[in-house]
């Protein structure tokens, strides 16, 4: 064995090993980092090292100095944000992607990984009925699937409207107006901002947070009435599947057709939400989804594959490879019509971030999809159900998904709730803010997540609030 091929297994061994504790020390630790990021510094940091060190004991390294510092994300006792665990397969196979070490961007240098994701793609249109004929890129997130998404519609738009926004750029260009819900994720506004829309219109919502058809409808008749004679006015309306606090919907039947009616490109923001088109019993919830014109989601979150995987889908395959697509000579392309991955997103060289996607849908196949989505929701209701019963605890939204808000009456007793929660580690929740008011809010997104979690997090609640209470 030569000293390279050792220094691989001692490494592999090595990391195999410590990911093994750190997977087993999930179900009893504290969920929280121990330390600050600045007391850790010291440990990682300090002057460059002149010698080097083996790659084994760099690993043994890493992990032990890291270990107090890491967030139990992957427990089934994390509800913070909306952050899914890892599923053994897509875990496993994302050792494989680094592994393997294929830089994803073109079919024919590296056609396993590029089969691996257009199979995924294929499987993914399927579970979540999007339409067949749509082009699938696997960003980073959803931050970066909308904003693939919306690049796309920008393309289009331009190009419907005679504009030539390759060549000539956006200076001078028609003003493609922007409409979002009030409640959108903010990261919507930041896509926008990275393409130049500047600041969105902003739609009323209702008390859940979905977005009002006929505030819609007003809000593109006033705007088009102004804009400057353009027919049809380029217009971009982004919609939400899941929605941060709540966990609602936008009646996407009625304000799609709004949109379209007014010539618009409309983008769904699914990031957690979109995966409920593949529960039956869900199926109020996204009807009329499919005739959107992009959408963008999270794996990362709903399905759970590890950090960093989110997915781009445009209907508008020709919109959404001229927006990302890179025609260059050296890059030589597939000829068979299928697309190369970097025609897909942002990025030119990347992992391939599909795999794992692969690998939790295969593992998981139909049935077990919607049976990890379907108890995702059913633990929420639980949750909402028991939380409610206790004397003091407000449910503040409508739990027909994944989410619950809570508050426990004024602001202060729910902010005080809320630290207790996170200093006693045996669950997280995070404190928000949600229409003017703070709340804790509880995201049940961890296919590991079970009934003595679920009782568990009754518990602590309990606990802090009586603890509050004194
Ligand atoms: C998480 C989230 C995003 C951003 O996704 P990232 O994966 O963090 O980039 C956008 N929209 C919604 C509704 C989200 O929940």
């Known amino acids: 064995m030569s000293a390279g091929e050792e220094d691989y297994r001692d490494a592999l061994a090595a990391a195999a090993g410590h990911a093994r504790q750190w997977l087993d020390s999930q179900a009893t630790r504290h969920i929280g980092p121990r330390v600050t990021a600045g007391k850790l510094v010291a440990d990682f940091g300090g002057p460059l090292p002149k010698e080097g060190m083996p790659a084994a004991e760099v690993v043994d390294y890493l992990a032990a100095k890291a270990e107090p510092g890491l967030m139990a994300m992957p427990s089934g006792r994390f509800f913070g944000w909306v952050i899914g665990g890892t599923l053994p397969a897509a875990l496993a196979a994302d050792w494989l992607v680094s592994a393997w070490d294929q830089n994803a961007g073109l079919r024919f240098a590296t056609p396993a990984t590029a089969a691996i994701e257009d199979a995924a793609g294929a499987w993914l249109l399927e579970l979540l009925g999007l339409p067949e004929e749509s082009d699938v890129g696997f960003a980073t997130g959803a ?11 920008r393309w289009r738009l331009m190009a419907d409207a005679g504009w030539d926004l390759d060549g000539d750029g956006l200076s001078g260009a028609p003003r493609i107006h922007c409409f979002v819900g009030q ?5 919507i506004d930041l896509g926008l901002r990275y393409l130049g829309l500047g600041r969105p ?7 859940q947070g979905r977005i009002i058809p006929a505030e819609l409808d007003c809000a593109l008749d006033l705007a088009l009435s102004s804009a400057n004679g353009l027919r049809p006015a380029p217009v971009l309306v982004c919609l939400q599947a899941g929605n941060l606090h709540s966990g609602a919907f936008d009646p996407f039947t009625e304000a799609i057709a709004v949109a379209k009616a007014h010539g618009a490109w409309v983008h769904v923001d699914g990031a957690f939400g979109l995966w409920a088109a593949a529960v039956p019993e869900l199926s109020a919830l996204t009807a009329g989804l499919r005739q959107a014109d992009s959408w ?73 999809v919607t049976g990890q989505i379907r108890e995702l929701v059913q633990r929420a209701s639980q949750l909402a159900e028991q939380l409610s ?26 902010r005080a709730v809320t630290e207790k929660i996170i200093g006693d580690g045996r669950v997280w929740m995070s404190g928000s803010r949600w229409q003017d008011r703070d709340i804790l809010r509880i995201s049940v997104s961890n296919w590991s997540t079970d009934d003595a979690d679920v009782r568990v997090a009754v518990d602590t609640v309990r606990d ?7």
Request: charged share 20%.
């Open 143 to 153: 931050t970066m699937a909308n904003f693939t998404g919306m690049a796309a519609a």
């Open 183 to 187: 409640e959108r994720h903010d990261t």
């Open 201 to 207: 219109t902003v739609v009323p919502a209702d008390r």
């Open 296 to 368: 963008g989601t999270d794996a990362h979150k709903t399905l759970n594959v590890p950090y960093d995987c989110g997915i781009a889908v445009v209907r508008d395959a020709q919109a959404l490879r001229s927006a990302m697509g890179v025609h260059t000579s050296y890059l030589i392309q597939a000829a068979d019509g299928a697309g190369d991955p970097f025609e897909k997103v942002p990025e030119l060289s990347r992992r391939a971030r599909g795999v794992p996607v692969w690998a939790a849908l295969k593992s998981l196949g139909r049935d077990g």
């Open 389 to 414: 019963a206790l004397d003091g605890v407000e449910v503040l939204n409508d739990v027909d998904y994944t989410q619950v808000s809570l508050a426990f009456g004024d602001d202060a007793v729910t």
């Open 464 to 470: 802090a609030l009586a603890a509050v209470r004194g």
